[in-house]
């Protein structure tokens, strides 16, 4: 279901919002962004992650060396971040929150600051990993695994600030990815999603002090679509809907983009029914009838003022854990058409006009699909559901691993080519109604039976692959035993980085998928690689260190994976002189 | 055979769980008072592994999942198990939380009297990645 609040008022507050950005302050790190930087997590506002740098060539590649590495000194679950570069200076978490800034030349530590981690965080099942900062106007900006926002300041890394944004040891929630710098703004998305507890949601603060100016509640806004469960309850009680994953941002259209986790309970024992206006129907038996408004939904937003201007909830009463959360939204124009391209986590790319969220076409990037038999390309209905249920072993694919994980995809401006991961792996589900508990803490109520198989005839398996990001044209293909779960970098030097689980990390030719290029770094990536300059050298940086649920998950089906070697480094590499 | 209140439930558990042996198994004095034979015992036990992160982790029924398999183990001591949840572990990137102070000490020894029945359960199919260095 989508919805567009009243055009008039939509084409008012663009204008609005148009003349507004030409006034207001911004983040000239983000906007103005240099060649040699990456300043924020996918690099720009538009989520491209890709890098206009050319010194490193598919011709040199091949001596791609060591420069150096720094050890991050804390391997649990790995190093799961994106890291950033300003001026030569790398900027990056690691887990419990370290946050360290190094130089890029040398891999010297400049400063750190590691936070107090609050007693009894380490006990809640998201956590301890950080995706990374973010920089803006001469700070860095963290969200913390037991719920507060800190900025500290660039050159010192002393804290300037400090905000409690929510309570983590009530409501599991907590931050995991970095924060969106905007404006005079930082935007924080929680966690949630699994978790039968409230308090997940979209936080709109102030940059120079740290002041909760907005707060989004995606349940709140949508309560009217939750439904009464089985055991007389508002399901709106457990909803747990987060956003916990970094959105994007187009400054000319004043609007930042967000995505929402899947709601709580997992999985429900009902299947829904329609309803009237095209919404599912909220009265009926089961854990949450109803669409579970704003749960597995695309947000449009207001920085300003967290104002919702259009959404689309691509998966309403999700029965999979498939959140719209995890991926990136890509901004494209072609001419006059303001594109967005969304990775669901059913596998399913959204193609949406980002100026009213109305869908352009739906393609998927996975072999296995069997949780819907089709989504409508033109409205994104759910077309044959499947769910799973009490009464047998349901099998769905994609898993609720993904399609693909939270790990981004690149779009390569030049070539008009988005380099993709993809994971090939099925689920079976039981469903056990249940009513939800917190007690004894708010940890992940699975309220199912669940193994993680191989797709009817094949081998669970990876990929990475090239589409067109607005049909879903295949270009190539590169098969992989295990998923690829690290964020893929490509260049304008025509090069497509990415890592796997083992720990080499790939250079390929980006026209053709053809290797040129491998490190066996010794632990496998969930970070994200990037390119930056320092000292007038272009250096490709890798995260290494697995760790997450991707691995565990993994593991069940090929349990080599769970002896795969943890880490926690950064690998700087330069092709020398 | 008249039965006392005991409910069906426990009944069944207690016919799909044959005793386990009792050579490793402490006497109540040593586990805050609960005794890990009880079937009552056994079957709360397995209520808090399966809804509290157990049942997401190692599977319900102690099958695995993310994390190791619990089921038709024989290296599980009630004693490792019982330092095990209490205080957590680290095995390189992996973590598992320390359950002490969330759960009493009652909670954690119910809990381990399951694991332990588990031993000679019925294996199920599926998931549960055993590391060679659990």
Same mark, same amino acid.
């Given at each position: 279901m989508s919805g567009v609040l009243d055009r008039r008022l939509l084409v008012a507050a663009t204008l609005g919002a148009i003349a507004s950005t030409a006034?207001?302050?911004?983040?000239?790190?983000?906007?103005?962004?240099?060649?040699?930087?990456?300043?924020?997590?996918?690099?720009?506002?538009?989520?491209?992650? +890709?890098?206009?740098?050319?010194?490193?060539?598919?011709?040199?590649?091949?001596? #791609?060396?060591?420069?150096?590495?720094?050890?991050?000194?804390?391997?649990?679950?790995? #190093?799961? @971040?994106?890291?950033?570069? @300003? %001026?030569?200076v790398i900027y990056?978490?690691? *887990?419990?929150?370290? @946050?360290?800034?190094?130089?890029?030349?040398?891999? /010297?530590?400049?400063?750190?600051?590691?936070?107090?981690?609050?007693?009894?965080? !380490?006990?809640?099942?998201?956590?301890? +990993?950080?995706?990374?900062?973010?920089?803006?106007?001469? &700070?860095?900006y963290i969200g913390t695994i037991d719920g507060r926002a800190i900025a500290l300041d660039m050159k010192t890394g002393k804290p300037v600030w400090e905000t409690q944004l929510v309570d983590t040891l009530k409501c599991g929630c907590m931050f995991t990815s970095?924060?969106?710098?905007?404006?005079?703004?930082v935007i924080f998305g929680s966690t949630q999603g699994g978790i039968p507890a409230r308090g997940g949601g979209i936080f709109g603060l102030s940059q120079s002090t740290g002041e909760k100016v907005w707060y989004f509640d995606p349940v709140l806004e949508g309560e009217e679509h939750w439904g009464m469960n089985d055991f007389g309850e508002s399901s709106a009680k457990y909803a747990g809907v987060g956003a916990w994953h970094v959105g994007s941002y187009d400054p000319k259209l004043d609007m930042i983009y967000y995505g929402t986790s899947n709601p709580s309970p997992w999985f429900d024992w009902a299947a829904p029914t329609d309803g009237p206006d095209g919404h599912l129907r909220k009265t009926g038996i089961g854990a949450r009838p109803g669409d579970n408004l704003y749960s597995s939904s695309v947000l449009a937003l207001r920085p300003d003022t967290g104002e919702l201007v259009w959404y689309h909830q691509e998966h309403p009463h999700d029965d999979w854990d498939y959140d719209s959360t995890l991926g990136e939204f890509v901004l494209i124009d072609r001419g006059d058409r303001k594109l967005m391209v969304h990775q669901a986590k059913s596998g399913f790319v959204y193609v949406y006009d980002r100026t009213n969220g109305k869908i352009e076409n739906v393609w998927t990037i996975n072999k296995h699909v069997t949780f819907v038999k089709s989504i409508n390309p033109k409205t994104? /209905?759910?077309?044959? &559901?499947?769910?799973?249920?009490?009464?047998?072993?349901?099998? =769905?694919?994609?898993?609720? #691993?993904?399609?693909?994980?939270?790990?981004?995809?690149?779009?390569?401006?030049?070539?008009?080519?988005?380099?993709?991961?993809?994971? /090939? $792996?099925?689920?079976?589900?039981?469903v056990r109604p249940e009513r939800p508990s917190l007690d004894p803490?708010?940890?992940? +109520?699975?309220?199912?039976?669940?193994?993680?198989?191989?797709?009817?005839?094949?081998?669970?398996?990876?990929?990475? !692959?090239?589409? %067109?990001?607005?049909?879903?044209?295949?270009?190539?293909?590169?098969? !992989?035993?295990?998923?690829?779960?690290?964020?893929?970098?490509?260049?304008?030097?025509? #090069?497509?980085?990415?890592? %796997?689980?083992?720990?080499?990390? +790939?250079?390929? %030719?980006?026209? *053709?998928?053809? /290797?040129?290029?491998?490190?066996?770094?010794?632990?496998?990536?969930?970070?994200?690689?990037?390119?930056?300059?320092?000292?007038?050298?272009?250096?490709?940086?890798?995260?290494?260190?697995?760790?997450?649920?991707?691995?565990?998950?993994?593991?069940? $089906?090929?349990?080599? @994976?769970?002896?795969?070697?943890?880490?926690?480094?950064? =690998?700087?590499?330069?092709?020398?002189? | 055979m008249k039965l006392p209140f005991i409910r069906s439930s426990v009944i069944a558990l207690a016919i799909a769980l044959p005793c386990v042996a009792a050579d490793d198994i402490p006497p109540p004095d040593k586990t805050a008072g609960v005794d890990l034979q009880?079937?009552?015992?056994?079957?709360?036990?397995?209520?808090?592994?399966?809804?509290?992160?157990g049942g997401y982790c190692h599977g319900t029924g102690g099958g695995g999942l993310k994390a190791p398999r619990l089921r038709n183990r024989d290296d599980l001591s009630p004693d490792s198990l019982h330092a095990t949840i209490s205080f957590?572990?680290?095995?390189?990137g992996k973590v598992m939380p320390p359950w002490k102070g969330t759960?009493?000490?009652?909670?954690?020894?119910?809990?381990?009297?399951?694991?332990?029945?588990?031993?000679?359960?019925?294996?199920?199919?599926?998931?549960?990645?055993?590391?060679?260095?659990?």
């Open positions: 006034i207001a302050a911004g983040v000239p790190e983000i906007e103005n962004a240099a060649p040699g930087d990456w300043p924020s997590y996918h690099r720009t506002y538009d989520a491209h992650r +890709y890098s206009p740098l050319t010194g490193i060539t598919k011709s040199n590649v091949k001596r #791609l060396s060591v420069a150096w590495v720094h050890q991050a000194g804390e391997i649990t679950q790995g #190093l799961q @971040v994106t890291p950033l570069v @300003v %001026d030569g990056y978490t690691a *887990s419990y929150n370290r @946050v360290f800034a190094v130089d890029g030349r040398t891999g /010297e530590e400049i400063w750190h600051y590691f936070p107090k981690i609050k007693d009894g965080v !380490d006990k809640l099942p998201v956590g301890p +990993y950080s995706r990374g900062v973010t920089v803006a106007n001469g &700070r860095v970095p924060p969106l710098a905007v404006k005079d703004k994104g /209905e759910l077309i044959g &559901r499947n769910p799973p249920s009490i009464s047998k072993d349901a099998m =769905f694919c994609p898993s609720m #691993l993904g399609g693909r994980s939270w790990n981004a995809g690149s779009y390569n401006p030049d070539m008009g080519v988005w380099f993709n991961s993809r994971q /090939e $792996i099925c689920e079976i589900a039981k803490l708010p940890g992940w +109520y699975a309220g199912a039976d669940l193994q993680w198989v191989h797709p009817p005839g094949d081998t669970a398996h990876g990929a990475i !692959d090239a589409w %067109d990001p607005l049909t879903g044209k295949k270009l190539w293909s590169v098969h !992989d035993k295990y998923p690829r779960i690290s964020g893929i970098l490509s260049t304008k030097g025509g #090069l497509v980085f990415s890592s %796997d689980m083992k720990g080499y990390v +790939y250079a390929y %030719d980006g026209r *053709s998928g053809t /290797e040129l290029w491998r490190f066996n770094t010794g632990s496998g990536s969930r970070g994200g690689i990037i390119s930056y300059m320092a000292g007038g050298e272009q250096y490709i940086l890798v995260p290494s260190g697995i760790g997450s649920a991707a691995q565990a998950i993994t593991a069940s $089906i090929y349990p080599e @994976v769970a002896d795969f070697p943890a880490g926690a480094s950064l =690998f700087a590499f330069k092709v020398p002189r | 009880s079937p009552e015992v056994i079957a709360k036990g397995m209520e808090i592994l399966n809804t509290t992160c957590g572990r680290k095995r390189g759960l009493s000490e009652q909670e954690i020894w119910t809990v381990i009297a399951a694991i332990v029945a588990l031993r000679t359960a019925e294996p199920i199919a599926g998931g549960g990645a055993q590391s060679s260095n659990h």
